[in-house]
């Protein structure tokens, strides 16, 4: 599967984006999908998984709160909704699909996007 993300820019602290995750390739409901993020300097961090179907997400738990993620499988994409952005919120944000997409987790991710940069500022 092939993951094309998007949606990233250059916001004021406070507003709102929200990231997009377009699949091509493979049947987009056999994946799990995530969103990770990775800050200058700093390791890859996870943001946020949802299941096959939906009906399962898992939130880091320094997300909880102002990130929310979806996905339509009828456009076999995925989202990321990033509310009250803060400046330490900038980083490169990535998506994965996980096969073995039962359960929304934080590992175990099989296939990559190129990344979407977000940056915030003050």
């Known amino acids: 599967v092939q993951l094309q993300a998007s949606g990233g820019g250059l916001v004021q602290a406070g507003g709102s984006l929200r990231l997009s995750c377009v699949a091509s390739?493979?049947?987009?409901?056999?994946?799990?999908m995530g969103w990770f993020r990775q800050a200058p300097g700093k390791e890859r961090e996870f943001v946020a998984a949802v299941n096959w179907s939906g009906n399962n997400i898992y939130y880091a738990d320094s997300m909880k709160g102002r990130f929310i993620i979806s996905r339509d499988n009828a456009k076999k994409t995925v989202y990321l909704q990033i509310n009250s952005l803060k400046p330490e919120d900038t980083a490169v944000y990535y998506c994965?699909?996980?096969?073995?997409?039962?359960?929304?987790?934080?590992?175990?991710?099989?296939?990559w996007g190129q990344g979407t940069q977000v940056t915030v500022s003050s």
């Open positions: 390739g493979r049947t987009f409901t056999n994946y799990a």
């Open positions: 994965a699909a996980k096969q073995r997409g039962q359960l929304a987790t934080r590992n175990g991710y099989d296939y």
